[in-house]
């Protein structure tokens, strides 16, 4: 598989591109990447949601409108968005609402997309509703907001709960390979090694 990442949005959100020969699909959507991708003449079938923050789905309804296929733990909602709450903040979070096709099955099953087989995790404790995706035989995860460089995710907004999220954390991340590559919701790449090593929050 290729894997290439674009980040944007009003706090810097990557989503990954992860090209086949069986199909393409993306991890998040944030906002920019539909333009990003149309302007890689690559077309997009599905994209996996590690959770429904604003910033991780600004784009979801723009490229289910292109055609591809919406996939999430949980169905839309404006508590997910953090729209909700956010009215309280005054900040201006305004997401288009969309209609998740096919929520994630938690139950052992791989998940097959393009012919990639990606283990799923539910990590809670950033949000009730963050998904890892663990592609065993190219070592690599996308760890949403669960796990960053030397951080972890934020766990002060609606459903957080730190003690909830490290212990998430530890049963199913740091129990993967050293050397599995770690592609976050943001900042850049990291390894689980690196992690256990480095990370503040870990210790």
Do not use: C
């Amino acid at each position: 598989m290729r894997l290439s990442v674009y980040t944007g949005g009003f706090v810097q959100t990557n989503g990954y591109l992860v090209e086949t020969a069986n199909g393409n699909f993306l991890i998040d959507a944030p906002e920019g990447v539909t333009e990003w991708i149309a302007s890689k003449g690559v077309r997009v079938d599905d994209v996996l949601l590690t959770h429904q923050h604003y910033d991780h789905v600004m784009d979801a309804a723009a490229l289910k409108a292109a055609g591809a296929k919406l996939h999430a733990l949980e169905d839309y909602s404006k508590e997910l968005t953090l729209e909700a709450p956010a009215r309280s903040w005054g900040l201006p979070i305004s997401v288009k609402p969309y209609a998740v096709d096919q929520k994630f099955i938690m139950d052992g099953t791989p998940l097959e997309i393009a012919g990639v087989k990606m283990t799923l995790a539910h990590v809670p404790g950033h949000s009730t509703d963050s998904v890892t995706f663990y592609v065993e035989d190219q070592g690599v995860l996308f760890s949403g907001d669960t796990l960053f460089a030397q951080s972890v995710g934020r766990a002060d907004l609606p459903g957080g709960n730190m003690t909830q999220l490290l212990d998430k954390i530890a049963e199913h991340l740091l129990t993967l390979p050293a050397e599995t590559k770690v592609f976050p919701g943001h900042g850049p790449s990291t390894t689980i090694g690196t992690e256990l090593l480095e990370n503040p929050y870990l210790a």
